[in-house]
């Protein structure tokens, strides 16, 4: 039951930070970090300017940009 807790909280703020994510690139500003988790990073791939992340510790996310 605690194991569904964490995943549903860590989709529900994975969710959240994307609309932050999204709504970033829409008005043109550069997001450098996309993370699931927080680190140390399990898995990584670069698109374009942005980095997407897996990190290990399921408790939340990260949305980066330089500002």
Known sequence: MA????????????????GHMLTAKWFGMRVEKFAIGFPPKLFGKKFGETEYMIGAVPLGALSKSPV
């Not at 194991?3 to 994307?18: A, D, F, P, R, Y």
């Open 3 to 18: 194991g569904q807790l964490i995943l549903g909280l860590t989709i529900l703020v994975g969710v959240h930070e994307m």
